[in-house]
């Protein structure tokens, strides 16, 4: 088992192509129905993606970026930042469902969701991680859930642990009519301007729809045939020889100048989420 002081997760960077897993995992995130809720019910319309589609998706890649690739620093300076946002992420009397965002369980669900597209964005486009390095970036990805309120022991210890958590966590996942209505609206880009989201809609969904494991499509009633598995695969291998002939600083460069616009705001005492 690496250390995560020595694992280099530079290199298991796909670049652009990352891009097309990020609706399913959003998708997967809110397959817990608290934290469906949480979302489709929260007060904050800051972080509603419906409203403000590009603050959400700078805030969102911000965390990802600070918990992957900050300092101890950074990661605990977005901690607070984000915990200031969450404070009034909580079910209330005619919430379908309890819910807090504070909650470690529901924190560790997102995570462990994060983790799996950061996993399979890596293994789709760059290729097949060798047992030594799969091992050591799910280790490494700890730090989705830790840089938030997830205590490094209730990271499952290791894959074999994940697996069962990840197989006893899918048989939670259900969409009620609410949450799935709000979900296609992100798969179809309804938060983005017609002339933005119509050209773009159909290979979102069809990626999205790819990149779900089996009992999310069928909890979100999206059809995936053998044809659609073929024509993906095709896909995959164009991208995945284009992802690899990208040199790893061009693939690293939003990533740099993402973590620089975080560190720019907090210097300047702006917001941060």
């Known amino acids: 088992m690496r250390d995560q002081q020595t694992f280099d997760i530079r290199g298991h960077v796909p670049g652009p192509a990352g891009f097309l897993g990020a609706a399913a995992n959003v998708v997967m995130q809110l397959g817990w129905r608290e934290v469906g809720y ?7 319309d800051s972080g509603n993606v419906m409203i403000h589609p590009w603050k959400r998706l700078r805030t969102t890649i911000t ?5 992957l690739f900050g300092t101890e620093e950074d990661r605990a300076r977005y901690r607070e930042a984000v915990n200031r946002s969450h404070v009034p992420v909580k079910s209330g009397p005619d919430s379908p469902v309890t819910y807090n965002a504070f909650d470690p369980e529901l924190q560790l669900w997102v995570a462990a969701c994060l983790y799996i597209g ?20 799910y280790q490494y990805c700890s730090r989705l859930g830790t840089s938030l309120q997830v205590r490094q022991d209730q990271w499952p210890a290791d894959l074999e642990a994940f697996d069962k958590y990840w197989r006893e966590g899918v048989q939670r996942v259900r969409y009620d009519a609410p949450v ?12 983005v301007p017609a002339w933005m989201s119509w ?4 290979l979102n ?24 598995q073929r024509r993906w ?33 907090a210097r300047r005492g702006w917001r941060l989420t």
């Open 233 to 265: 695969q095709r896909f995959c291998a164009v991208v995945r020889v284009g992802s690899r002939l990208l040199p790893r600083w061009v693939r690293m460069l939003p990533i740099q100048l993402q973590l620089a616009e975080f560190r720019l705001r």
């Open 205 to 228: 969904r069809w990626a999205t729809t790819a990149f779900l494991p089996p009992e999310f499509r069928q909890a979100m009633g999206l059809s995936w045939t053998a044809k659609d």
């Open 199 to 202: 050209p773009n809609r159909a």
């Open 63 to 67: 965390y990802l970026v600070v918990a």
């Open 38 to 44: 949480g979302v489709l019910e929260s007060k904050v």
């Open 118 to 137: 950061v996993r399979d964005m890596r293994t789709t486009f760059l290729g097949p991680l060798s047992d030594s390095d799969a091992d050591a970036l």
């Open 180 to 191: 799935r209505e709000h979900l296609m609206k992100v798969v179809e880009l309804r938060m």
